[in-house]
C-alpha cells in the first residue's frame, strides 16, 4: 500500500500538488514549503527524465506537471527502489524479548549504532510501528530520530541488498526446482542480516554455485525438465535420476561420468549448455546413453543434440 511509502509519500504528495499548482513561490510559502528547494527537485526530475530516456530510448519520457500519484504497485517499487539504495539504513523494530529498558518501548534497532533509534513523532508512520523500515537520517534531540522513514518487506532484503546478508544452506522443503524462464536451478534460502544477526526469511534465489548444483542440474536433465525432447525418455531410463543426488552416487559409473561431463564444460545452467553443444554436437551423448537402453542409442544419436 501506498501509505507504506510512509514520509516519502508524504513528500511525493507535497511536490506533486507544487508541481500541479504551476510551482509558484505564493504555493510554497501557503503550504511550508521551501521555492527554491521546489525547484531544484523539478531541475533534478529533468536530469533523471533525460537520463531514462537515454538509457531506454523507447521510453519517451517527459516532466508532466499533472502527473498523477503513484499506484499502489509504483509506490510498492519505489519502497523496494529505497531499500536498494539505502541497505545501510535498515532498522527492525526491536522485540519484545530483547527490551532491556523500559526507554527501548517501541525503539529500533540499526545495524551501525549501538542505541535504540526511534520513528520521528512527525512521522505519518510514527503509531504504525512497522518491523522493518529504512530512514533517510537519524537527528538526536531527546531521543535519537529516524526521519524520511519507509515501511519495508523483510523479504525484500536478501533479495534487493544481498551482499548485506549471511544465507544459509538451500532448504530441502520446498525443494530446488528448474526455472524454464531463466534456465537455472532454483531453491530457498534462509539468511541472516550482517552485523546484528536478524532472521530474515527464506526466499527463491539461484541454487549455490559447487557439485551439489550440477548434481541438480543433472537430475532434472534426465527428467526431461531442461530439454523437452529429453522427456520422451523418462520412463525407459535405467536408474532414477534422483540418484544423481545420493551420497552413494559415486557407485554408478554413469551418474559420475555424467556430472564430470557437465563440471567440465561449467554447465550446470540452459545456456552453459546450449554453449557446450555450440562447441561441440555430439557432448553429452555418450553419457546420455549409458542411462537408457541399448536400443534407443541410435536413435538418440540421430535427433543429437536434443535442442532442434
Known sequence: PSQKLGDLMVMLGAVGACEYAGCTPHFCSSNGLRYKAMVEIRRLRGQLTTTVNAVCPGAELFVDPQMKPPTEEQATFLRQIVLAGLGDHVARRIQEEEILDEKWKNGYKTPLLDDPVFIHPNS????????????QEIVETTKMYMKGVSAIEPEWIPLLLPPYCHFEKPLEEPPPFYCPETGHVRCHR????????????????????????????????LEG?????????????????????????????????????????????????????????????AEYCQWVPEVTHEEIAKMWPPVH
Open 124 to 135: 505519518i508512520l510514527f503509531k504504525q510501528l512497522p518491523e522493518f523500515v529504512v530512514y
Open 225 to 285: 525438465k531442461v530439454v523437452k525432447r529429453l522427456a520422451a525418455y523418462r520412463r525407459c531410463l535405467l536408474s532414477s535420476p534422483v540418484t544423481m543426488l545420493k551420497t552413494w552416487s559415486k557407485l554408478q559409473p554413469r551418474t559420475e561420468s555424467l556430472l564430470q561431463a557437465l563440471v567440465s564444460e561449467n554447465a550446470d545452467n540452459w545456456n552453459s549448455l546450449q554453449l557446450a553443444w555450440k562447441k561441440n554436437p555430439k557432448y553429452l551423448l
Open 190 to 221: 534462509p539468511s541472516i542480516f550482517y552485523r546484528v544477526g536478524w532472521p530474515l526469511p527464506a526466499v527463491e534465489v539461484d541454487y549455490p554455485e559447487g557439485l551439489d548444483r550440477f548434481k541438480h542440474f543433472a537430475r532434472f536433465l
